[in-house]
């Protein structure tokens, strides 16, 4: 912490603590406890079981946790792949070209989530490319989401790229595809680790758009969350709620741990 006074930092912290526990922790917590509970009781959920988790694991809330996972990690590849090309194609490019890659990318988030669905369920909707009724639709609405994340965090990390190691590679006689397969890539490793955790948690939590593409064989958990909690069924969408929620961190904290080997490469 880089405030150097001990009457600063406990200022610090202080402020930290009534700024996150209220906004961030005590909904967190009331959600962990309603998954737990049977009804609520005066401000708290009360009676305590664990048979909201059991129906959480299987049948219907077990397929739309592997629909999710599945749906995550497709869309976080695409999106990966198409970003980090974009990166490089816009460092290639100049200051021009990489200015209106960068417009291209973000438009899909300079606008609601909701509208990014509508736009991919008319457009795919007529042959000849039929998507609407799949699962790739959701896929592909979710790599619209995500791509530009993962564009600009590559793009950023392209930009801090010392150029000496390149040219060094170049000047011993090094292929241009030698070059970026083994030089480039490398080094942008622990950013594109980091890119690939941020696409995923972002599809993982993604909702106003998928509820209008899912087909009822392919439901994400988020939408049956929504579903539980709309049905007046609080405490089992509670439940449902931190399986995705714990699912996604321990997603992360793999990644992350990958991230962190890689930058000690």
Request: glycine share 6%.
């Amino acid at each position: 912490m880089l405030v150097h006074s001990r009457t600063g930092r406990w200022t610090a912290w202080g402020m930290f603590a009534v700024l996150f526990v209220p906004l961030f922790a005590l909904p967190l917590l009331v959600i962990v406890a309603a998954s737990f509970s049977t009804h609520w009781s005066g401000a708290l959920p009360s009676g305590p079981t664990t048979e909201h988790y059991a129906a959480a694991v299987r049948g219907e809330s077990l397929q739309a946790l592997t629909t999710s996972l599945v749906t995550a990690v497709a869309a976080s590849l695409v999106a990966l792949t198409a970003g980090t090309w974009a990166a490089l194609a816009g460092a290639a490019l100049g200051r021009k070209g990489k200015r209106v890659l960068d417009a291209l990318f973000m438009l899909p988030v300079a606008v609601p989530s909701v509208v990014v669905g509508l736009a991919v369920l008319v457009a795919f909707s007529q042959p000849p490319l039929l998507l609407n009724g799949t699962r790739w639709i959701v896929i592909l609405a979710h790599t619209v989401l995500v791509t530009a994340f993962a564009h600009q965090s590559v793009s950023a990390a392209v930009q801090r790229l010392d150029p000496m190691y390149e040219q060094a590679a170049a000047s011993l006689g090094a292929r241009p595809s030698y070059v970026l397969l083994r030089v480039r890539l490398p080094l942008l490793l622990p950013s594109l680790n980091a890119a690939a955790g941020l696409c995923f948690a972002l599809s993982m939590g993604e909702l106003s758009a998928t509820m209008m593409l899912y087909p009822p064989d392919w439901m994400p958990l988020p939408v049956l969350v929504f579903t539980a909690t709309d049905r007046g069924s609080l405490f089992t969408g509670s439940a449902l709620a931190v399986v995705l929620m714990a699912t996604t961190l321990l997603v992360l904290l793999a990644v992350s741990r990958i991230r962190t080997k890689a930058s000690y490469r």
